[in-house]
């Protein structure tokens, strides 16, 4: 038999706690990745050049990937949110019906 099921909306706040917490490290990390450069001498004064623009352009795009990975998160999260409250709102109204079908029956009389 077939009971139902539940959803405990506190459970994907708390998810989506989480989420922020990771959209803000993966922030922090494309700023920390993309303020890199390399140091030109490290391999030689003309080689140097090349390699330094080459490792700061791929600097450049792990920092734009990491703040895309960031946004993705992070409409996610407010996907996550949004499934919550609509899942309460619904729930609420659920109940209010229920009751509202519920009223008036201990008035009726069976003979």
């Known amino acids: 038999m077939v009971t139902g099921f539940g959803v405990k909306t506190e459970d994907m706040t708390e998810f989506t706690g989480h989420l922020g917490r990771l959209e803000d490290a993966l922030r922090k990390s494309a700023d920390m990745v993309g303020s890199c450069v390399a140091d030109p001498g490290i391999f030689g004064i003309f080689g140097g050049q090349i390699y330094g ?37 619904n729930e609420e109204e659920t109940e209010r019906l229920i009751t509202e079908a519920g009223k008036g029956i201990d008035e009726v009389k069976v003979k």
Do not use: T, W
């Open 53 to 89: 623009a080459g490792a700061s352009m791929h600097c450049g795009k792990a920092r734009d990937q990491l703040n895309k990975y960031s946004e993705n998160v992070q409409e996610f999260s407010d996907r996550v949110r949004e499934a919550a409250k609509r899942y309460n709102a």
